[in-house]
């Protein structure tokens, strides 16, 4: 069972920056894919980015491209997300996710099995 827990949300201003980071725990295999999604209240929840572990390929979504960047430290079983030049249409709870898929999309939250609990973004204009 994959265990997921988000950290480093927090409150910035427009065009700040934040990292978050997500300890994960439970791998069975080596072979996965991990992720970012957010969700703001009323709306669907929507993917970020997502990482492979076995080259290390990302995939963002457009929103984001060149301001965000995902990546993962192997020694301490965390991945990350960092986030440049926040906006305040980006504020909303952000979520770790992991699937041991073929190919899951970011564009489908449900082709991921395992997520953590959550952290709070928020941004100021």
């Known amino acids: 069972q994959v265990h997921l827990v988000e950290s480093g949300g927090g409150s910035v201003q427009a065009g700040g920056s934040l990292r978050l980071s997500c300890a994960a725990s439970g791998y069975t295999y080596s072979r996965y894919y991990m992720a970012w999604f957010r969700q703001a209240p009323g709306t669907e929840r929507g993917g970020v980015a997502r990482f492979y572990s076995i080259t290390g390929s990302t995939d963002y979504a457009d929103s984001v491209k060149g301001r965000f960047t995902i990546s993962q430290d192997n020694a301490k079983n965390t991945l990350y997300l960092q986030m440049n030049n926040l906006k305040p249409e980006e504020t909303a709870m952000y979520y770790c996710?992991?699937?041991?898929?073929?190919?899951?999309?970011?564009?489908?939250?449900?082709?991921?099995?395992?997520w953590g609990q959550g952290t709070q973004v928020t941004v100021s204009s």
């Open positions: 996710a992991a699937s041991y898929g073929l190919a899951p999309s970011i564009r489908r939250h449900k082709d991921f099995d395992y």
